[in-house]
């Protein structure tokens, strides 16, 4: 599938996200012909996950699903904890999956938005980091991060800009993994994701793997 991450990156210019046919295996090989650096989710941990819906006592600590379980998701992007987030999220599905992913971009508002509301670029958040923690933004740089799991409001616009992600999520697209052998290309930057409650599905399995983008040597 030498040009299909490719294709999927180019199509996700639209809406920030993009599903085709594919493995992981082959997401990785296409990655590595272009470029792409991996970055594990958690600090010294591997690459690719495989997740799987679990109860909160089974959870990761301060993962979504030690607070949320097998429900609903919030939105949120992936690898909000490290300094330098991932660019591009492939999600890989081998079978199929009745529990959908939300996707969530700012178009996605009931209307288009041209723009974002200031809370959003200036709400300050502690983020939880393993041993370290740093303060940031929601918005920045041209690129969102949010994740409720790890960042705590520290300001009444940090708390408006919780009740905001959580009231669009409404307006989120829904990828439903129909088809088996499918891969789906978020960009991180531009769009929250969320998984939808799998309470009637806990075999379901997705495998995820995260990605710097090839970026110039400065
Ligand atoms: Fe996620």
């Known amino acids: 599938m030498a040009r299909?991450?490719?294709?999927?990156?180019?199509?996700?210019?639209?809406?920030g996200w993009a599903a085709g046919e594919g493995t992981l295996a082959e997401a990785q090989l296409d990655a590595a012909f272009l470029g792409w650096t991996e970055v594990p989710t958690r600090r010294g941990g591997p690459p690719v996950s495989t997740l799987r819906p679990?109860?909160?006592?089974?959870?990761?600590?301060?993962?979504l699903s030690?607070?949320?379980?097998?429900?609903?998701?919030?939105l949120h992007t992936d690898g909000a904890h490290l300094p330098d987030p991932p660019d591009i999220v492939i999600l890989a599905c081998e079978?199929?999956?009745t529990t959908p992913t939300r996707l969530w971009n700012r178009q996605r508002y009931g209307?288009?938005?041209?723009?974002?509301?200031e809370h959003?670029?200036?709400?300050?958040?502690?983020?939880?980091?393993?041993?370290?923690?740093?303060?940031?933004?929601?918005?920045?740089?041209?690129?969102?991060?949010?994740?409720?799991?790890c960042m705590l409001p520290c300001d009444a616009r940090a708390r408006q800009t919780a009740e905001f992600f959580a009231e669009v999520e409404k307006y989120a697209d829904q990828y439903v993994w129909s088809e088996p052998g499918h891969v789906l290309l978020i960009d991180n930057r531009?769009?929250?994701?969320?998984?939808?409650?799998?309470?009637?599905?806990?075999?379901?399995?997705?495998q995820r793997i995260s990605y710097h983008l090839k970026r110039e040597a400065s």
């Open 120 to 149: 959003v670029r200036h709400g300050v958040f502690l983020i939880s980091s393993g041993n370290d923690s740093f303060f940031g933004t929601a918005y920045a740089g041209g690129r969102f991060r949010y994740d409720p799991g």
């Open 54 to 63: 679990v109860e909160p006592a089974e959870a990761k600590p301060n993962s």
């Open 4 to 15: 299909t991450l490719e294709n999927l990156l180019e199509e996700s210019k639209v809406k």
């Open 95 to 97: 079978t199929t999956s």
């Open 66 to 74: 030690a607070r949320y379980g097998m429900g609903a998701q919030p």
């Open 190 to 206: 531009r769009v929250l994701h969320a998984r939808a409650s799998a309470v009637q599905e806990p075999q379901r399995e997705i």
């Open 111 to 117: 209307h288009v938005m041209q723009w974002l509301p």
